[in-house]
């Protein structure tokens, strides 16, 4: 779910030193989405639905999930390859980057997914077993180009169990109960590209210590259509905002723009 669209993706999975004083993540369980927390199949399927889209794992593995190519690699054709795994194989992966079969998985985001509640695990696993079989299976990856061999090299490149080991107490400051549901969702998608503390990548993305500098309405106008202030044109984030953040519910964008303009402030 990871393998992002520009050359420049590749710092994205740079490694970040943990700081001194951050606090350990919060346990799963304890935040989730909205409408995590249901009664009955049908709700849950819809907000297992709506995270496929939260999450990214439509924009790698395509709209459908039925596979896409990212460079060397293949993003799985999900509604073939989850048929053969059990929901403990799914969570498994999931959180910890390591299929079944234990092969390497490179791009999977699976540092950010380790954070997942239950809840919301349990939504998403239920919709992705319920996917019917379409389209064709995944083709082997190709050889990495120079530009791979080079972050592999330089150890920017990792397999993602070697990210998910690296970056499991890296989290982004925990500043009070009241803001934990917006910590808890930087946590699950911000982080993939703004690095696990929110620091953000050398020259691919900014600290987000930046939203500090917006307004709730100009935050909304980011989060949903991709255009900051000052309607520069943004790349990826322009992309992430219409695909995915535009799904956020109102309140998770008020509670996201909260922790965000509360760790500004604190910096």
């Known amino acids: 779910m990871r393998l992002l669209r520009s050359a420049a993706a590749l710092l994205v999975l740079a490694g970040c030193s943990p700081e001194q004083g951050e606090r350990k993540a919060a346990e799963p369980d304890q935040v989730t989405f909205d409408g995590a927390v249901v009664s009955n199949a049908a709700a849950q399927a819809k907000h297992g639905e709506r995270l496929t889209w939260v999450l990214g794992c439509r924009g790698c593995h395509g709209k459908n999930l039925q596979g896409h190519r990212f460079y060397e690699r293949y993003a799985s054709n999900l509604t073939r390859e989850l048929p053969n795994y059990s929901k403990a194989e799914i969570e498994r992966v999931i959180r910890t980057g390591?299929?079944?079969d234990g092969r390497e998985l490179w791009g999977m985001p699976s540092d950010i997914f380790q954070h997942l509640?239950?809840?919301d695990m349990t939504a998403?696993?239920?919709e992705l077993r319920a996917l019917h079989p379409a389209g064709k299976r995944t083709q082997p990856p190709l050889p990495w180009t120079k530009d791979g061999r080079d972050e592999i090299a330089k150890g920017n490149l990792k397999p993602a169990a070697v990210f998910v080991r690296e970056r499991?107490?890296?989290?982004?400051?925990?500043?009070?109960?009241?803001?934990?549901?917006g910590r808890y969702i930087t946590m699950v998608t911000c982080a993939e590209c703004h690095g696990p503390q929110l620091k953000g990548v050398a020259k691919f993305t900014p600290d987000l210590i930046v939203a500090g500098g917006y307004t709730r309405e100009q935050f909304e106008t980011?989060?949903?259509?991709?255009?900051?202030?000052?309607?520069?044109?943004?790349?990826?984030?322009?992309?992430?905002?219409r695909e995915r953040f535009v799904h956020f519910t109102p309140h998770e964008r008020d509670a996201l723009y909260a922790y965000l303009r509360a760790r500004a402030e604190r910096e």
């Open 98 to 100: 390591v299929p079944r």
């Open 117 to 119: 509640s239950g809840a």
């Open 124 to 126: 998403l696993i239920a």
């Open 168 to 181: 499991k107490t890296q989290t982004p400051v925990d500043l009070e109960p009241s803001l934990s549901r």
């Open 222 to 241: 980011l989060i949903t259509t991709g255009v900051p202030v000052g309607s520069r044109k943004l790349g990826l984030m322009g992309e992430v905002a």
